[in-house]
């Protein structure tokens, strides 16, 4: 009997040893993950202010994009750096302005434009323990000197702090019209080499401008080079037939990635970039959102948008990751109705307002450029509301390194503010200023808006877009509070205020 009274009183002991372990073990990792959500960035192209639901859409439904919002925090003054497209990936991805790197739109056979070694976003994650993946649009270029796409095409996005990639390489409207995945196209058969130019006409595929009969659209001068999927491009290229995307498919295939992406990260902290290429020109959503709106392809390519916003809730909802994952919702610059492809957005908007009630659009100097949705959302964590708290998408890298404990070093992100309260709902106080980048700069002081006469020469194409730029030879001051649609310039009523926000801006430019 003694025997087995150690006996058992060794088993309690042993037993009660394990457990103290365990229950250690999971206080100690219970923390550690409550720090570490998964976190994914939703980045619509092109969708403005006022093109969803809870922001005030008419014509289309969003009801995933409201259901994030409603269970979310929705920010009403939340800024993308510039009014276009590759200076606002630019800034996300750097936390640094685009014109610190000179960023323009870039062609579709650009170099990487992120140098590696140049702290990002994901790569901050990497450090912190995340997995980290871009999926969708990616307009950063791709390479030194001339893509390789052929071979293989480095560096790019895993050369900058992704481990994932799976990308459109610039955007929907610009050859060539094929997916990379990390280093190579996919689906390229080693027979059908693929050529790109976008100086002169090469192989002998039709173009847009001899062969408008084979088109979807009529489209513009520089949207009629190489037709592909009956849609003209800019940019002229041959071979690679069977990689060539098909327009129509493109949210099921971005939706499929993005799925198994998070199933196969699970069990541990990602970060996953779902960089959507709705709503941008081409706009041929899916056959099953044809008529989802009463605005014709633009609208139905929202609803398609919408419908890639869904499943990514239903994916973390299936793998019991709602409550551990912060999700943001936005988008890269403004609405712009024709951009290039005559596929009847201005003549079906009806009453809806795309940049809200915003002056401007995209590539402009007005609110409308840079102003957008912008949902922060992470069930249990964030409590539902509104916040007019300024924020910019600069500010994301220094917010997600206090989030995760990372210490960002002086050249680590230099224009990022760490914004965490007001991105989670904890704060209404955002930035005091806040810069904005068009063809020129604008500055954001509470209501004050300041514009500077314009620095840069816009394209040539500029003048067809019927978008009011902000762009003068002259400053110009807007007072939001009174004034929302910029209509008054009262520089000459504040002469003070208006030498103060120049004065601030230099500063910023100069630092
Ligand atoms: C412009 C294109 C426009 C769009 C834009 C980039 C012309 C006339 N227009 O050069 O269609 O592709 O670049 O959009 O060429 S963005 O959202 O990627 O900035
Ligand atoms: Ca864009």
Redesign the pocket.
């Known amino acids: 009997p003694d025997t087995i009274q150690r006996y058992l009183m060794n088993k309690w002991l042993f037993l009660i040893f394990i457990s103290l372990l365990l229950g250690q073990m999971s206080c100690r990792q219970k923390p550690a993950a409550a720090e570490k959500p998964n976190i994914i960035i939703i980045y619509v192209?092109?969708l403005g202010y006022g093109d969803v639901g809870c922001y005030g859409a008419g014509g289309v439904s969003t009801p995933n994009v409201d259901l994030l919002a409603s269970k979310g925090l929705m920010l009403t003054d939340a800024h993308a750096t510039a009014s276009?497209?590759?200076p606002?990936r630019f800034s996300l991805l750097t936390g640094s302005y685009a014109f610190r790197n000179d960023a323009a739109?870039l062609p579709g056979d650009a170099p990487l434009l992120i140098r590696p070694g140049t702290p990002t976003l994901p790569g901050m994650l990497q450090k912190a323990g995340y997995t980290t993946a871009v999926i969708g649009?990616w307009?950063l270029g791709l390479g030194n000197g001339t893509p390789q796409w052929n071979g293989i095409l480095k560096p790019g996005p895993t050369e900058v702090g992704f481990d994932y990639s799976f990308i459109v390489p610039?955007?929907?409207?610009?050859v060539p019209t094929v997916y990379v995945e990390n280093h190579r196209v996919v689906n390229l058969d080693a027979q059908d080499t693929i050529a790109v130019s976008y100086e002169h006409r090469i192989g002998n595929l039709p173009i847009g401008l001899e062969h408008p009969e084979l088109l979807k659209f009529k489209a513009?001068s520089?949207?009629s080079g190489t037709i592909v999927d009956s849609i003209s491009r800019?940019g002229f290229m041959s071979g690679g037939r069977s990689a060539w995307w098909k327009d129509e498919d493109i949210a099921d295939v971005l939706v499929k990635q993005m799925d198994a992406f998070i199933r196969k990260h699970q069990k541990s902290p990602f970060f996953l970039y779902f960089s959507l290429t709705d709503i941008?020109?081409p706009r041929a959503p899916a056959y099953r959102f044809k008529g989802k709106s009463t605005m014709g392809s633009r609208g139905d390519a929202i609803a398609e948008m919408d419908w890639s916003t869904g499943a990514v809730l239903k994916t973390l909802d299936a793998l019991g990751l709602t409550d551990n994952t912060l999700v943001i919702f936005t988008s890269?610059?403004g609405p712009?109705l024709d951009?290039?492809?005559d596929d009847h957005a201005e003549q079906l908007v009806g009453a809806h307002r795309p940049g809200g009630p915003f002056k401007g659009g995209?590539?402009s100097a007005f609110e409308a450029g840079t102003r957008v949705p912008a949902i922060v959302y992470w069930p249990g964590k964030i409590k539902p509301g509104t916040s007019n708290a300024l924020v910019s998408q600069v500010d994301f890298f220094a917010s997600f390194a206090a989030l995760t404990g990372q210490k960002l070093d002086e050249r680590d992100a230099p224009d990022s503010f760490n914004m965490l309260d007001a991105l989670t709902g904890k704060s209404d106080t955002g930035r005091t200023t806040l810069l904005e980048e068009a063809y020129t700069f604008a500055l954001r002081s509470g209501a004050w808006k300041y514009i500077a006469p314009q620095t840069r020469p816009t394209?040539g194409?500029m003048s067809?877009k019927k978008i009011p730029t902000g762009l003068e030879p002259f400053p110009q001051l807007y007072r939001l509070d009174a004034d929302t649609a910029e209509l008054h310039n009262v520089r000459e009523q504040y002469p003070d205020r208006t030498a103060e926000m120049k004065n601030t801006l230099t500063k910023i430019i100069q630092d």
């Not at 610039?170 to 610009?174: G, K, M």
């Open positions: 192209d092109d276009t497209c590759t606002s739109i649009k307009h610039a955007t929907l409207d610009r513009d520089q949207h800019i941008h020109v890269d610059n712009v951009d290039g492809y995209k590539y394209p194409w067809n």
